[in-house]
């Protein structure tokens, strides 16, 4: 992927403007995939509702939103939709009275799911508290709130 300065951004992608170095067509089509990809899979809760159904699956509406604590029905049923159009999840509908619908991840899914996981270890590493010593983002916070 190749990167420019000044023309990193949804601009600079959705308009595809030249640029000063010799970009290919792939690296930019390239570019634009990765953006929309991670765009896309860091919206508001993607990531609990990927995290939620790893921990087991098949799972339901009902359950999922039961494991995401704060999420909204609406949020949940628009997040699953858009993981369903990317094939990282899959929706089975089975033909009752009611109808019984589970969701569960894809090959792409558990891939993603292992990704994220690593994700989470370099989190734990880096992000956790110890010694009960605040991180420095965590002061800056402080002392911005009390400059106010």
């Known amino acids: 992927m190749v990167v420019v300065g000044n023309q990193v951004g949804a601009n600079y992608l959705s308009k595809l403007t030249p640029v000063d170095q010799d970009i290919t067509k792939e690296q930019s089509e390239e570019c634009h ?31 999922l939103k039961r494991r995401i ?26 033909p009752e009275t009611p109808p019984r619908v589970e969701y ?23 992000d956790k508290l110890s010694n009960n010593t605040p991180r420095a983002n965590d002061e800056k916070v402080r002392a911005a709130v009390r400059s106010k």
């Open 33 to 63: 995939l990765l953006h929309s990809a991670w765009n896309d899979l860091t919206k508001v809760w993607t990531l609990p509702v990927i995290h939620a159904l790893s921990l087991k699956q098949p799972a339901r509406f009902n359950e």
């Open 69 to 94: 604590q704060n999420i909204s029905a609406t949020s949940l049923a628009e997040r699953l939709n858009e993981l369903d159009q990317r094939k990282v999840i899959e929706r089975k509908v089975y």
């Open 104 to 126: 569960a991840l894809t090959k792409k899914g558990v891939e993603l799911s292992v990704i994220l996981g690593s994700l989470a270890d370099w989190v734990m590493k880096w």
